[in-house]
């Protein structure tokens, strides 16, 4: 198994396609995380998003042999989930589903604001569990459409692209929903956070 550490994703799909399905998990264990959170985003209940990650490995494991690598295998491997996900949903009529690729205002301008790099803040938050959960519970109330950009962006850290292809949204979307998410979190969390930090000299927040 230590010679599969040094193994490319190629080389063990392909042994898996050869016959070594042991592998499968050495395959899927990076991106596990990804696809639950992902999961949990559209369904908003632990266990049906862990039933829709456990599903999305089985169907990338039976579907594993039409991966073209025309995109990464975790861009790929979280698509499915999404698919998954929206089945559910679509199924169980939970949700009203909102459009898939474009909100009706996504093409009017969008404000600068006074956004700066929101990507400053996990990182040197991570560390303060009461920061975490506020930065948690903020992005739990998100947008669905927001939330699911920002968490595959900010958090899993696609590319746009990835982002788009895994939601199958357009590029300029992505961008839109990003940056309207982003401005979201910084409305809400900037009070609460300059609270919390107000006994620290740093002012780690961007916007502070």
Do not use: C
């Amino acid at each position: 198994m230590n010679v599969v550490l040094n193994w490319t994703e190629p080389e063990i799909i392909a042994a898996i396609l050869a016959g070594e399905i042991q592998l499968y998990h050495e395959l899927i264990r990076p991106y596990e995380r990804s696809v639950y959170v992902m999961a949990l985003s559209y369904m908003k209940n632990e266990a049906e998003a862990e039933d829709v990650a456990q599903e999305a490995f089985i169907r990338a494991f039976r579907k594993l042999e039409s991966f073209r690598a025309e995109s990464k295998f975790s861009t790929w491997l979280i698509s499915i989930a999404i698919n998954e996900a929206r089945t559910r949903l679509r199924r169980q009529a939970l949700v009203r589903m909102e459009p898939l690729d474009q909100l009706p205002d996504e093409d009017k301008s969008i404000s600068p604001a006074l956004l700066r790099d929101w990507r400053e803040i996990p990182s040197q938050a991570v560390e303060r569990e009461e920061v975490r959960n506020l930065i948690q519970l903020a992005v739990e109330q998100l947008p669905d459409i927001y939330r699911q950009v920002f968490l595959l962006r900010d958090v899993e850290e696609l590319t746009i692209s990835e982002t788009a292809e895994a939601l199958n949204v357009s590029i300029p979307s992505v961008k839109v929903r990003l940056h309207r998410a982003r401005l979201m979190l910084q409305k809400q969390l900037a009070p609460q956070l300059r609270t919390v930090n107000r006994s620290s000299k740093r002012g780690w927040l961007p916007w502070s």
